[in-house]
């Protein structure tokens, strides 16, 4: 951890965990940095020279070196670490997740050490970090998925996917013939021709629980054409629905998650999205799940139907027996 992209988090950390260790031992806090004792000390010549415009003695960081130990006697405003807001950390997932999943990247395990670090904050910053709403159904792609999926690409292997649908809200099982391997709009893709819909599909690679490379070949009809993503993935559908949500910041995976229309930047990191639907019901069920996180402006219909639901189980929670 000695190159420049390493260096810079590591001093940005440094002086918030020096403030709350004064007097540690250097070799104590190499340790913890994973660098070496001499690292360390170039490290901190550099935050010694560090601090706000005008670097008066009053403006840099000022450390204080006792024998092997070191204590921040001033920090310039650097008290604490560097945090991220729930949309920042999901965004910042869904861009290194991509990076993984790009041809030609050097060193992917890096890749997907940062994104394990970065979930597992996320994790413990609950409830101020990303929310997880009750009708989303989690499914992270995994590397055992991708692995099958890219081995039954390269060998010409028909596929056995077990595959959710959240338009559906349901998990099926079908047979497919891949075609290619897509990465589009941060998100990894297989198309393949399916031959439970008999037709050219999408399949997320997120969204497959499991997959099995079957023995016989891959054998999508001549009339297969791929998909045109020049656009992007998703044409407006006459049949569909259109309705308008506010977005809380914690349930602003929702835009992540489903494709939406368009996103409109509200105050207080809130959001405006046009999100289509198919089936009201799973429409109801998703805002429901999100709670207060959520709020319909139309349709009207829509705004009718989740006000009865939600009625109708207030009054079921009222007939429950006490606990």
């Keep these: 951890m000695n190159g420049s992209a390493d260096r810079l988090p590591r001093l940005l950390a440094l002086v918030p965990y020096l403030l709350a260790r004064p007097g540690i031992p250097i070799e104590e806090a190499a340790a913890d940095f994973e660098v070496t004792p001499r690292q360390l000390r170039r490290d901190l010549e550099l935050l010694w020279m560090c601090g706000l415009p005008g670097y008066g003695p009053g403006d840099l960081i000022d450390l204080s070196f006792e024998g092997d130990t070191v204590t921040v006697t001033f920090d310039a405003g650097m008290s604490r670490p560097l945090r991220l807001t729930a949309a920042e950390a999901t965004a910042l997932l869904v861009a290194l997740r991509a990076l993984a999943e790009t041809p030609g990247v ?25 929310a997880v709403g009750l009708a989303m159904r989690e499914a992270p792609e995994t590397a055992l998925v991708r692995d099958a999926v890219s081995d039954g690409v390269r060998r010409g292997r028909a596929l056995h996917l077990r595959y959710y649908t959240p338009s559906r809200d349901e998990v099926t099982d079908r047979v497919v013939d891949p075609m290619r391997l897509l990465l589009v709009e941060g998100r990894s893709y297989l198309e393949a021709w399916c031959r439970v819909a008999d037709g050219v599909r999408l399949f997320r690679l997120d969204r497959i629980d499991a997959v099995d490379v079957l023995e016989e070949p891959a054998n999508p009809p001549p009339h297969a054409e791929p998909t045109d993503t020049s656009e992007g993935l998703f044409r407006p559908d006459p049949s569909q629905r259109t309705a308008v949500l506010v977005l809380e910041p914690d349930a602003r995976w929702v835009a992540e998650y489903y494709p939406v229309d368009a996103v409109t930047e509200l105050d207080e990191g809130r959001a405006r999205v046009l999100m289509r639907y198919a089936d009201t019901a799973w429409m109801v069920r998703l805002l429901l799940g999100l709670g207060g996180e959520a709020h319909v402006e139309q349709p009207a219909e829509l705004v009718s139907a989740v006000a009865r639901q939600a009625e109708a189980a207030l009054r079921r929670a009222d007939h429950l027996p006490a606990t």
């Design 106 to 130: 050097a060193d992917k395990a890096a890749v997907r050490r940062a994104v394990a670090k970065i979930e597992a904050a996320v994790g413990q910053a609950r409830p101020a970090g990303v």
